[in-house]
């Protein structure tokens, strides 16, 4: 089970910190991502991490913004959004792929309940 806290309402050039915390088996095990979906758009890909959290991948629209990180010591994934736009405005998930090193967007298949991130210009 992955729940995702962090979201709220900020102003353009702030920041936030989502988490992601798994139950129900080790965070370790799998590859975990973010993903965004704002009203009306399909769902994006945001960032992934590997299970150690030595490989990283972002979308083009976060990369130098976002850092995505993981402690699995406490089943919790992170992402820390700086300089927030009003574009970044949308619900975002949290994800989890079985295969420890797969980061393709597509192969993500658990999913959790999102978080509301509001940007306000």
């Known amino acids: 089970q992955l729940q995702a806290s962090g979201g709220g309402l900020v102003q353009a050039g702030g920041s936030l910190r989502l988490s992601c915390a798994v139950s129900?088996?080790?965070?370790?095990?799998?590859?975990m991502g973010w993903f965004r979906q704002a009203p009306g758009t399909e769902r994006e890909f945001v960032a992934g991490t590997v299970w150690s959290g030595t490989m990283t991948r972002y979308s083009d629209s976060v990369k130098a913004r976002f850092t995505i990180s993981r402690d699995n010591a406490k089943n919790t994934i992170y992402l820390l959004m700086n300089r927030l736009k009003p574009e970044d405005t949308a619900v975002y998930y949290c994800a989890a792929n079985q295969h420890p090193y797969g980061l393709e967007p597509s192969d993500f298949e658990f999913w959790g309940q999102g978080t509301l991130v509001t940007v306000s210009s």
């Open positions: 129900g088996g080790s965070s370790s095990s799998y590859a």
